[in-house]
């Protein structure tokens, strides 16, 4: 069993998910695994097509779940995208939730920002109240083997169908009592709005060179 296995979201084609995925690899001693979604095909990155084709961007979340199936066991996973660039050894950037059920780069309740538009999406039928949270972004959210395998048990009933991505992975893990810690990492910045790399680090979302 591998200590840390890292699922890395392709959504394009592109020198930029080549390039991020080159420099992810000399700077983890984990597994990486590429899945890519939609009808993306990455050849160079030997990324066949997606493992489940009817997902889409905001069902990465499920896309996690399925690699996590697939794969061989290992101690912990994260996820990251294509326009993450991890340029200083990623286990050090993640030591403050290594031993964490679940780390989050965000935690987003209803109560404290009810405008947040994620909410207002594919949520028909779920009892949504002040209690919900969801994380933001996805892109860099770590799980135990324990917490993932509890929470894609708890996704798959019917009543989270509708969810955006990064809420149905919230309340799954409050249904069966997880409780993310905050990710802190040393160098670099994760967010949902782009950001400049300055130095060694952890950077996203990242679209350029």
């Given at each position: 069993m591998t200590d840390l296995t890292v699922i890395f979201g392709v959504h394009q084609d592109c020198p930029v998910t080549e390039f991020h995925l080159q420099e992810l690899r000399r700077n983890t001693l984990g597994a990486v695994f590429p899945v890519a979604f939609e009808s993306c095909v990455c050849a160079a990155l030997k990324v066949p097509g997606p493992l489940d084709p009817s997902l889409r961007w905001w069902h990465c979340d499920r896309m996690i779940y399925r690699a996590f199936e697939a794969l061989p066991k290992s101690k912990r996973y994260l996820y990251l995208e294509y326009d993450t660039l991890c340029n200083?050894?990623?286990?050090?950037?993640?030591?403050?939730?290594?031993?964490?059920?679940?780390?989050?780069?965000?935690?987003?309740?209803?109560?404290?920002?009810?405008?947040?538009?994620?909410?207002?999406?594919?949520?028909?039928?779920?009892?949504?109240?002040?209690?919900?949270?969801?994380?933001?972004?996805?892109?860099?959210?770590?799980?135990?083997?324990?917490?993932?395998?509890?929470?894609?048990?708890?996704?798959?009933?019917?009543?989270?169908?509708?969810?955006?991505?990064?809420?149905?992975?919230?309340?799954?893990?409050r249904s069966v009592g997880i409780v993310p810690k905050l990710i802190k990492v040393s160098r670099g910045k994760m967010d949902h709005f782009p950001v400049h790399p300055d130095g060694p680090g952890i950077w996203h979302p990242v679209k350029t060179i």
């Amino acid at each position: 069993m591998t200590d840390l296995t890292v699922i890395f979201g392709v959504h394009q084609d592109c020198p930029v998910t080549e390039f991020h995925l080159q420099e992810l690899r000399r700077n983890t001693l984990g597994a990486v695994f590429p899945v890519a979604f939609e009808s993306c095909v990455c050849a160079a990155l030997k990324v066949p097509g997606p493992l489940d084709p009817s997902l889409r961007w905001w069902h990465c979340d499920r896309m996690i779940y399925r690699a996590f199936e697939a794969l061989p066991k290992s101690k912990r996973y994260l996820y990251l995208e294509y326009d993450t660039l991890c340029n200083f050894p990623l286990e050090q950037l993640y030591e403050t939730v290594w031993d964490s059920e679940m780390g989050a780069v965000e935690i987003v309740t209803l109560k404290a920002e009810p405008d947040w538009w994620f909410w207002l999406l594919k949520r028909d039928g779920f009892p949504v109240n002040d209690s919900t949270w969801g994380v933001r972004p996805m892109c860099g959210t770590f799980f135990s083997r324990d917490a993932l395998a509890a929470i894609s048990d708890e996704q798959s009933k019917p009543s989270y169908e509708k969810l955006f991505c990064e809420i149905r992975v919230g309340e799954a893990a409050r249904s069966v009592g997880i409780v993310p810690k905050l990710i802190k990492v040393s160098r670099g910045k994760m967010d949902h709005f782009p950001v400049h790399p300055d130095g060694p680090g952890i950077w996203h979302p990242v679209k350029t060179i």
